[in-house]
């Protein structure tokens, strides 16, 4: 401790001496010097050697150590769950009993009798079949009783069968059309009612086989028709008539197809002494693509056919072309270019005036071009509609003349020279509860034909509806009825030619129709339907008057 503080004692004195001195200019400034520091280190490494020679390689040892492997298959086993929870089931509601069977019966003024039949088999997933059967006629009618009557009567047996794939249709049936040439001179007192009656007679036979499984990419149906048709005047008509459609869809968006049709006929005429045989061969190939809401169809027509007026064995291609669009949800628009041949055989035209001469000349009508476009769809689940355009240019296109020789009886005329055909019409469809529906429809027809002629027979406008209401459950009133246009009666008239306007043309027609049905049971109704109203004896044919006011009343009955 005292060697401590001796040394502290001595570092003091120091200290204050070397204050002391700052104070004396001469022994505490600096003397001059000059210090010079020097780096003169250098790093030698020697010089090292490198081996660029490759690496050599591993040899690997071939030697393969097999390796196996042992798999023990685990089977748990467990007890049997037996839960004690009971299963509610629930019956099967027992479907309503099926009356597949119908008759219809009536009588009415003009000696009118009607009688119709739907006899068919029970519910069966696998195949149908049943007949239909109905009667129609008049014994008398608006021209010297019996002499105007008429009459008709279809047998018709069918047939379907459901395979796994396909499903076959056969039908075979007899027809029967019976009317009188009334339309004769009224000033003739003394009338062969055999000589003036015509009746032909119509059995055939179809059958129809069609792809059932319509998710399948290619689809397929084929047609197949056989008639003879023979009358009381020798005329008649036996025909073969096919279909064939194949499609085949290559994606969602794409499908092309190929569909063929036409018939192989024979027209007997002048008491089966000549006849001829006439035959049309249709071939149409397509595609069809479907780019969002448009739908692109495109495609040829090609008609092989062999007696149009212009000219004999044919061959025409005309194009087919259409688009469809979807405006709405429910409302869809269409427009298109085509050409076809309209077929025209003996039993159309019987079909359309039973009238005819003995012996008529059958001929096919050429449309090179059609322009058409329609809007249909529905703008509520109770309201659709309809409308559309087509204006066509026709070529040996027809209409009737009356005989020179005996003016009751008819003859197609047809027109050889280019003549346009337009049709304006519009429909709607209506049902604003389920005990109230109503249909409506109206046509605009418009015919230009060479040297300023007028189409026979063909009225400019037409329109038709129809209207059922149901009351209390049981009572159904129905309104009917139908409006045309006048008509060129198909000769020049002269001054004194009765039963046409002041245009000399046949007056406009307009019938009106009232209909009641009453429900007696879930199986029998009884009926009462009154037409022509007006009970103004309108004809269509130029001095064939139609009957006036006419009633039916009859019975329903359901087995």
Excluded: C
């Excluded at 001929?363 to 309809?386: A, I």
């Amino acid at each position: 401790m005292r060697y401590l503080l001796f040394i502290i004692l001595v570092a003091l004195v120091q200290t204050v001496n070397a204050q002391d001195n700052w104070e004396n200019p001469k022994t505490s400034e600096m003397e001059d010097s000059q210090i010079i520091i020097e780096k003169n280190r250098q790093i030698e490494l020697p010089r090292a050697t490198r081996n660029f020679q490759q690496v050599p390689k591993i040899k690997k040892d071939s030697i393969q150590v097999p390796v196996t492997f042992t798999i023990k298959e685990f089977q748990p086993t467990l007890n049997s769950i037996k839960p004690k929870i009971r299963v509610l089931t629930v019956q099967d509601e027992k479907l309503d009993k099926l009356y597949a069977n119908q008759v219809k019966a009536g009588l009415g003024n003009y000696g009118a009798t009607y009688l119709e039949a739907f006899l068919a088999n029970k519910r069966n997933k696998n195949q149908s079949y049943g007949l239909h059967f109905n009667h129609q006629s008049f014994a008398k009618g608006a021209v010297d009783g019996n002499n105007s009557g008429s009459g008709y009567q279809l047998v018709k047996p069918y047939g379907k069968l459901i395979f796994d794939k396909t499903v076959v249709e056969a039908d075979a049936f007899y027809e029967r059309h019976n009317n009188y040439l009334y339309g004769y001179d009224s000033t003739v007192t003394e009338i062969d009612r055999d000589s003036i009656q015509r009746t032909y007679h119509t059995v055939g036979a179809s059958i129809n086989l069609k792809d059932r499984n319509l998710e399948d990419a290619y689809q397929y149906g084929i047609g197949l028709e056989l008639y003879q048709l023979f009358s009381n005047y020798e005329a008649g008509e036996g025909s073969f008539d096919y279909s064939i459609t194949n499609s085949f869809e290559l994606s969602e968006e794409f499908e092309v197809f190929l569909n063929s049709d036409g018939f192989f006929s024979k027209h007997q005429f002048n008491d089966n002494e000549y006849s001829r045989n006439r035959s049309l061969f249709r071939i149409k190939p397509g595609v069809s693509y479907e780019l969002g809401k448009l739908r692109i169809n495109g495609g040829f027509n090609f008609v092989y056919e062999n007696d149009t007026l212009e000219s004999m064995n044919r061959l025409h291609v005309y194009p087919d072309v259409s688009l469809e669009y979807s405006l709405l949800a429910k409302v869809s628009a269409k427009a298109g270019i085509r050409g076809d041949v309209r077929e025209v055989r003996l039993r159309n035209l019987l079909a359309e005036n039973p009238y005819l001469n003995d012996s008529v000349v059958l001929s096919n009508t050429l449309m090179p071009f059609e322009l058409y476009g329609s809007v249909y769809g529905s703008f509520s689940s109770m309201l659709g509609f309809d409308a559309g355009f087509s204006i066509a240019s026709v070529k040996n296109n027809y209409g009737y003349v009356p005989d020179n020789v005996y003016p009751e009886i008819f003859n197609p005329v047809y027109f050889s020279g280019n003549n346009t055909e337009i049709n304006i019409y519009a429909g709607l469809t209506a049902q604003l509860n389920p005990d109230w529906k109503a249909a409506l429809r109206a046509d605009y027809f418009y015919f230009n034909l060479d040297n300023g002629l007028e189409m026979p027979y063909r009225p400019g406008t037409q329109l038709v509806f129809n209207t059922d209401y149901l009351i209390a459950q049981k009572l159904t009133i129905g309104l009917n009825g139908h409006f045309q246009g006048s008509m060129n009666p198909g000769f020049t008239p002269t001054t004194d030619t009765p039963n046409l306007n002041d245009e000399g043309e046949i007056p406009a027609i307009f019938d009106l129709g009232l209909k009641f049905d009453y429900k007696l049971s879930d199986r029998s109704h009884v009926f009462l339907h009154a037409n022509n109203l007006i009970a103004k004896e309108y004809q269509y044919y130029y001095n064939y008057p139609n009957r006036g006011f006419r009633i039916l009343a009859g019975f329903i009955y359901s087995f």
